[in-house]
């Protein structure tokens, strides 16, 4: 297997945990994990972003996707209540 | 050609974009807790800023691509510079999406504070339940006049 087969396995890998992650951010009820999966999924974007031939655009998303968000969202569920409410 | 490898993992990326698409646009309209729809809100940005630099990546001219950052520059360097823009990616979606994250990142903290409010006033995030609160104070505002 050689660099480009592996970089094309991994860009797929990564898009379909991207997937797993979305789906998980959606469902579960624990909003904290919820924004741990979102980072996830930013994270994995970020690989994307690097593959697809923009680093720049890599420099600043990491920064507001991977720190800045969950940040904001981890201070709002601090004030709000962690858990989403159950059968409504 | 689905049997190519780089044909096989543009239709996976493909795929997995639009899942991603659907499932933060059934979270956004869907779930009731407005925190979770912010962040169903921010996949969803994201999702469409990949979008955006999926279409400027070029790769029916041949050759790799290369990031639209041209160091090599001096005043003899034509030959450098043509083979630069045969093989550089679109930086138009680049720049877009650069100020999309940023514009993003400001309705992000502008909307946690619309949610901090609501549920200063309300004291639930819970859509239906502050929808039921909204109702039971116009019926108590029709009663009084």
Known sequence: MDAATL??????????????????????????RAALFSALQSTLYA????????????????????????LLIVLLIKKVGRFEEVGR | ??????????????????????????????????????????MLG?????????????LSRGGTPVPPVFTEWSKASEKLLANFV?????????ALVLTAIVINLAVTIFLAT?????????????????????KGELVDEVEVS
């Open chain 1, 7 to 32: 970089c094309l396995a991994m860009i797929g890998f990564a898009s379909l945990l991207s997937v797993f992650a979305t789906i998980m951010a959606v469902l579960d009820r624990d909003l904290l």
């Open chain 1, 47 to 70: 690989f994307l972003f690097y593959v697809l031939m923009a680093p720049d655009i890599v420099l600043v998303y990491v920064a507001v996707a991977v720190g800045i968000y969950p």
């Open chain 2, 1 to 42: 050609m689905v049997g190519d490898p780089k044909t096989l993992v543009a239709l996976i990326v493909l795929f997995s974009l639009y899942a991603n698409l659907g499932a933060s646009m059934y979270g956004v309209i869907a779930r009731k807790n407005l925190v979770k729809k912010l962040i169903c809100l921010t």
């Open chain 2, 46 to 58: 994201d999702t469409v800023n990949v979008f955006a630099i999926l279409v400027g990546y070029r």
């Open chain 2, 86 to 94: 045969s093989r550089s990616v679109d930086p138009l979606p680049q």
């Open chain 2, 114 to 134: 619309l949610i901090l409010y609501t549920h200063r006033h309300f004291g639930t995030v819970e859509m239906d339940r502050v929808s039921e609160m909204k």
